[in-house]
């Protein structure tokens, strides 16, 4: 008998945030502490997983080093590494832009905070994962993290609204996902990405109707986590009815987990199919631009505009995709600096409009700069860094997806993505006009906490670096890949 490989150095920043996810909750029902202490779990957790990351790079020599342990369910290589840093980033930075909401749930901040590490755990074996079972795990213990955590504070009707609309619409695409999964499976005879693309590398499929059916289906069920068009309806409902104080995170785990996977399975299992899947991929970029800056125009709501700006983020990240694996460090370098920038801009709203709260109009940032030009200053950054204006990483971002897929053959594309990126602009300073521009009402001075302070600091240094100096960060990206 031939047992598989069992490598727990491969899942050891996971087995990390486990323990501490467990620690939150054994500690909680036992002693009932101070928020504080299981706030030090959670970084203690994510700061050990990120040693442990590191350790996982330096051991692996070059770019193409992959080992493929637990019997070919997951692969140790720098990609599965580089995507754990983005989520532990975000983690990190939603624990501490969300702080207030977590001191305000009392006993709950337990529940909370362990499902934030559960979820990073979930999207991380998405990223990490070279088998098809293993990413509908990984899909699902994350994105059942999140439905819980939607509706957390159980006091207002948006919240449990929210809840239910991403629980029914999460729940009916998993399930488009593993139909998919199903029919690919019934194409090739394998549920491994590395037996699929071998697979198709040693036969001509005289009649490949069943395997792209299922591959259809697979890019519409991570369509739906991403929030691309015709997929993104849940977004704008769920963002605004959720706590504020856990959006940010939400957001951002849910996109980097979504485009992990598509990408795993896209540039590792179907490189051959690369004419097939890459036309249906340029119209779903296409259309999710147009649709989320026209939609994003309109909306009183920042929140509602953030959603719908993260829906023409998601087009100019599948601008990215529809190259294939050359583009891959591009890819990464935007989803690394547009997730901090996210993040940074719902903590700025939890901070200005109530982290348990579910309303943020427009109106309630005027004068901001005003009452508090830190957060002001703050936001403005962030805003410009998902316009895509020079000197931002934004612009550093989108220049990368935008290149690669003009190489690749789709200049209709590229064109239609900075018409809109030149239109997306007014989204992002209609707000900044508020700010500034307009005089402050009644409301009290928005105070965010010290760790949203610090927080808020990092993002605005990271938007500006690495729009300034992106080598170091596109070199780390390119390092992760073997193309």
């Known amino acids: 008998m031939i047992f598989p490989e069992v490598s727990w150095a491969a899942i050891a920043p996971e ?14 029902v036992q002693w009932k502490p101070h928020t504080r202490v299981l706030g030090g779990i959670v970084a203690l957790a994510v700061v050990s997983a990120a040693v442990l990351s590191v350790g996982q790079w330096l051991r692996l020599d070059t770019p193409g080093d992959i080992t493929t342990p637990f019997g070919g369910m997951i692969a140790f290589d720098r990609i599965s590494v580089l995507a754990r840093f983005v989520l532990l980033a975000v983690a990190a930075m939603g624990v501490a832009g969300g702080w207030r909401l977590f001191e305000r749930l009392g006993r709950r901040a337990a529940e909370a905070l362990a499902l934030v590490l559960l979820a990073t755990v ?24 999140l439905y819980v955590l939607a509706g957390i504070t159980r006091e207002r009707t948006e919240s ?35 037996g699929q693309r071998a697979f198709l590398d040693a036969n001509i499929l005289t009649r490949p109707a069943v395997l792209l059916i299922g591959l259809a289906l697979v890019i519409v069920g991570l369509g739906f986590k991403v929030s691309a068009v015709p997929f993104h309806t849940w977004a704008p409902d769920v963002y605004q009815g959720a706590p504020a ?4 995170f939400m957001a951002a785990g849910a996109k980097i987990g979504g485009f ?9 299992a179907f490189p051959s199919m690369t004419d097939e899947w890459s036309s249906v991929v340029a119209a779903i970029a296409a259309v999710s631009i147009a649709v989320g800056v026209v939609l994003a125009l309109v909306q009183d709501d920042v929140r509602r505009m953030l959603a719908y700006s993260g829906v023409a983020h998601a087009g100019f990240i599948l ?7 050359t583009a891959t460090t591009g890819i990464w370098f935007y989803l690394a600096v547009y997730t901090v920038q996210l993040v940074a801009g719902f903590a700025i709203v939890a901070a200005v409009t109530g982290s348990a709260g579910s309303r943020s109009d427009l109106g309630a940032f005027a004068g901001l700069a005003t009452r508090s030009p830190f957060l002001a200053g703050a936001f403005t950054v962030a805003l410009l860094g998902m316009a895509g204006i020079p000197l931002t990483s934004g612009f550093v971002a989108k220049f990368g997806v935008f290149v690669s897929a ?34 402050p009402g ?8 010290v760790a949203a302070r610090w927080m808020l600091v990092a993002a605005t240094v990271v938007t500006i670096l690495f729009g300034v100096l992106p080598q170091p960060l596109l070199d780390l990206a390119r390092n992760a890949f073997s193309v």
């Open 122 to 145: 979930g999207f991380s074996f998405m990223a990490s994962s070279i088998h098809l079972v293993m990413i509908f795990l990984g899909l699902e213990v994350g994105s059942i993290s």
């Open 406 to 439: 003009w190489q690749a053959g789709f200049e209709w594309l590229v064109i239609v993505a900075v018409l809109a990126s030149v239109i997306a602009f007014g989204v992002y300073l209609r707000v900044i006009v508020v700010m500034y521009m307009r005089e």
């Open 245 to 248: 104080g856990v959006v940010g």
């Open 15 to 28: 087995i990390a945030l486990v323990a501490g996810a467990v620690a939150i909750l054994m500690v909680d």
């Open 319 to 325: 601008t990215g995709v529809v190259a294939g694996a």
């Open 260 to 268: 992990a996977a598509l990408t795993r399975i896209l540039f590792t």
């Open 442 to 449: 009644d409301d009290a001075p928005a105070i965010p906490t």
């Open 160 to 194: 449990d609204e929210a809840a239910m609309k991403y629980f029914l619409l999460g729940s009916f695409a998993s399930a488009v996902f593993i139909y998919g999964v199903a029919l690919t499976f019934a194409g090739t005879g394998r549920l491994a990405l590395l």
